[in-house]
């Protein structure tokens, strides 16, 4: 477990924030907005005279320390527990989405400015003597005007009252055996009884806020427990005469099961306020007793239940929101993943042996990119990834759709049946063939209850409903009967094909790298959802999944996909931009640097006849303009020959670096039969079988990495690795030397996680 501890006033340094302002400049201009200065300049160049008071200190450092926890969350999981230190408690408010950004330091500021009013206040911090021994002081010299306000450490307790009558203290604490006696730089008797005026008024200020249940437990300053959802208002008054109940706080949590080192400070860079306490109070007294704990178990429910009733969505938040709760549970079950979350296959490879068995180990699932590989290769990497993964973990293999050559659908489906594979991403279809029917076939049972087990998955990932409509439906009876006549299937198989989809999951894809209908994912999944509604009433025997891919390479777009009702998510873009990526660390390096403009649209070498467009990297390459010239005179000409010589001479030079005729010659010696006597007929196909050499080539040179083609590489992409680029820019996943699949994974996920249960808090706050 670990807990995030928030500094409060004395944390404050001039040139705190110095490296947060930059990276949250929305956040800021809303501080600024609110606070009518600027908050950053106050931080940055003081005056520290400034910085001290308390009606600025307060403000400054809640945004801080607001701004220091959101970094930290970027590149790490969410806390178990959150506390803050007398006002910077509304931090972790923050953090649990108690209070939005704004709402939190607005309440700062009401109580900075009533606290930085009070005047003839003094504190004075007592090292060496206990609670009890504090007190047996006070009441021994009546000293009714001095009170115990911060109990820090066991050890280490804070006075607070009339500024002469803590000053007068001193003596009477050394001689009680204090260790160290010191007035700290107030005016205000913090934390007393002396300030009900300010918390009288700040709590008329407060009754128009709404505070939200906590998704993360937040440990109140008051009561040393997590804060009641019901209660936390008012609590939040109290605190301002109620002494902070720190020592307690840590007690609490180390008899919790936590360990000094699972409590992290996070609040202005390069010092240290609280995080000390933690040893100090391990060594001063250790956790609390386990027998408090054990009776306060027994009285939580029946307390719980006497507080008013949550708003809906915060009675039905999980307290502990994390990845693992994303998406649908049975999609989790029946595919034997985490997450919901998928990695596509992409072609060539580039979905490597590595990155499906980094991810397999993870308890993820990704696709080995088949698409354009030789069955050969293909079949020496599902043996490379089926011995390196443990027995049982979930992968599978991109199955692409090929209109002109279906034998090699029927031989791929051949190899993945020798070798047991049993999932599989369909994509490119645009409708089912006999290939995908056979695949499922194989392995279906009829269990005693009369349902139809299935082995051999399909994860079909479709740009239209009405593909994914066939998808959703049995085999089509007449590829069926096909199948019967050739000895394709047999007749338990055809009976069994019958009761069955022929899918197990839509995975819906909207813009994205590579080959792209351009299609938006708030039509798409909606759009899907309707038509997995209407299979299961007609189907209801065998779960349906929808997901959603393309354009996915943040949590917000993540968070879209689900609040949609996306089952699982997949992504692609932004894995092509790591280090278990096959494809050369010169195409890496260009994907690092793209932003979400950095995309273009191009013709698809694969489909170069049919029209068909593929998402492309722009920056820094001619690739996409060359391509789209090819098409354009390509519909232009009906022969090579009819290419004028300046035209030829370019191709020649630039494109290919060599002439055409030696391309074609190339071609006679690869191209399939059918082919070549196609061309020998049809100039015009002739002319694209030569054209699409260059889109070979094309995707050749970036996966070697050839330096001498660059400006040529073909490298398919979409802007969500751009956005991905921006969101961690200046963090460790910056560089693609430090992303690897599976964290990237848990970095989406986890800030998805964090940001629905944000943003859902935040919707529980009245308007206006």
């Known amino acids: 477990m670990k807990a995030f501890m928030f500094p409060g006033q004395g944390a404050q340094r001039i040139g705190m924030g110095k490296d947060l302002f930059a990276a949250f400049p929305d956040l800021l201009r809303q501080a600024e907005g609110i606070l009518g200065y600027s908050v950053a300049e106050l931080c940055l160049a003081g005056p520290l005279e400034r910085l001290t008071q308390t009606q600025f200190t307060q403000p400054a450092l809640y945004v801080v320390n607001s701004l220091a926890y959101l970094q930290r969350i970027q590149n790490a999981p969410l806390p178990d527990f959150l506390l803050g230190h007398s006002v910077a408690e509304y931090v972790a408010l923050f953090a649990a989405g108690v209070l939005d950004f704004e709402t939190g330091l607005r309440l700062v500021q009401k109580r900075g400015e009533l606290m930085g009013q009070a005047h003839g206040g003094g504190m004075a911090a007592v090292l060496g003597l206990d609670e009890e021994k504090i007190q047996a002081v006070l009441v021994k010299h009546g000293l009714s005007d001095v009170h115990a306000a911060n109990f820090n450490t066991p050890l280490q307790i804070v006075l607070s009252g009339r500024r002469e009558a803590v000053a007068q203290t001193e003596s009477l604490f050394m001689e009680a055996g204090a260790t160290y006696f010191k007035l700290l730089q107030v005016s205000g008797a913090f934390h007393t009884p002396f300030m009900a005026d300010a918390r009288d008024a700040f709590g008329e200020f407060a009754q128009q806020v709404h505070f939200a249940a906590p998704t ?25 005469t109620a002494p902070v109940r720190w020592a307690e706080s840590l007690r609490y949590l180390l008899a919790k099961g936590l360990a000094v080192g699972d409590f ?33 178990a027994l009285t939580d429910s029946a307390s719980q239940q006497q507080i008013n009733p949550l708003p809906v969505v915060s009675n039905v938040t999980p307290l502990h929101f994390g990845a693992a709760s994303l998406g649908s549970a049975a999609f989790r079950a029946t595919f034997n993943l985490k997450y919901a979350y998928l990695a596509g296959g992409m072609y060539q490879g580039i979905s490597s042996v590595d990155m499906v068995v980094r991810l397999a180990k993870a308890g993820l699932m990704a696709f080995f990119g088949a698409g354009g590989l030789d069955m050969e290769t293909i079949e020496n990497s599902i043996v490379r990834i089926q011995q390196a993964i443990p027995s049982g973990a979930p992968y599978g293999v991109n199955f692409i759709a ?5 034998e090699l659908e029927d031989q791929l489906v051949d190899l993945l049946l020798v070798h047991g594979v049993r999932t599989i991403e369909a994509s490119a279809f645009v409708e089912v063939t006999p290939a995908l029917v056979r695949y499922r076939a194989k392995g279906l049972l009829r269990r005693p209850d009369g349902r139809v087990e299935v082995r051999n998955r399909i994860v079909a990932k479709v740009s239209r409903p009405d593909v994914g409509a066939q998808f959703f439906s049995p085999a089509p009876q007449r590829l069926i ?26 995975c819906m894809e909207a813009d994205s790298g590579g080959h792209t209908d351009q299609r938006m994912p708030f039509t798409l999944i909606p759009a899907a959802l309707g038509v997995r509604d209407e299979m299961l009433r007609r189907y209801p025997a065998h779960p349906l999944y929808v997901g959603a891919a393309g354009g996915i390479g943040t949590p917000e777009a993540a968070a879209a996909a689900f609040v949609m009702g996306a089952d699982f998510i997949m992504t692609g873009s932004i894995n092509q931009c790591t280090v278990e990526a096959g494809t050369s660390d010169l195409v890496k390096d260009l994907l690092q640097e793209m932003q979400v403009y950095d995309t273009d649209y191009a013709p698809s070498g694969l489909q170069f006849e049919m029209g068909s467009r593929v998402q492309v990297l722009k920056k820094g390459i001619f690739f996409p303009n060359r391509a789209n010239k090819l098409a354009s005179l390509y519909r232009q000409h009906e022969s090579i020959d009819e290419l004028d010589a300046k035209t030829r001479q370019q191709l020649e030079e630039r494109y290919f670096q060599r002439s055409l005729d030696e391309v074609f010659a190339e071609l006679q010696t690869s191209c399939p039969a059918a082919d070549l006597e196609r061309a020998a ?13 260059y889109f070979k080539d094309a995707s050749r040179w970036a996966l070697r990495g050839e330096s001498a083609h660059k400006l040529d590489f073909q490298i398919h992409c979409g802007p969500a690795l751009g956005a991905f680029n921006q969101a961690v820019q200046g963090s460790e996943l910056a560089p693609w030397r430090a992303r690897h699949v599976d964290e990237l994974a848990r970095h989406l996920m986890d800030k998805t996680a964090a940001l629905l249960v944000q943003r859902f808090a935040m919707m529980q706050i009245p308007q206006g």
């Open 402 to 406: 090929h209109i002109h050559r279906p």
């Open 681 to 693: 007929r049809s100039p015009k196909h002739r002319m694209a079988l030569i054209f699409g050499r």
């Open 216 to 240: 993360i437990p937040v440990i109140s300053n008051v009561t040393a427990r997590p804060h009641l959802p019901g209660l936390i208002r008012e609590r939040m008054i109290e605190q301002i």
């Open 264 to 296: 992290d400070e996070i609040g202005p860079p390069g010092i240290s306020v609280v995080k000390p306490m933690v040893m100090r109070t391990q060594t001063e007294a250790g956790p609390l007793d386990a027998s408090i704990l054990a009776e306060e």
């Open 481 to 506: 009967d096909k199948l019967l006549a050739s000895g394709g299937l047999n007749e338990e198989e055809a009976l069994l094909l019958a009761d069955i989809p022929m899918a197990d999951a839509l």
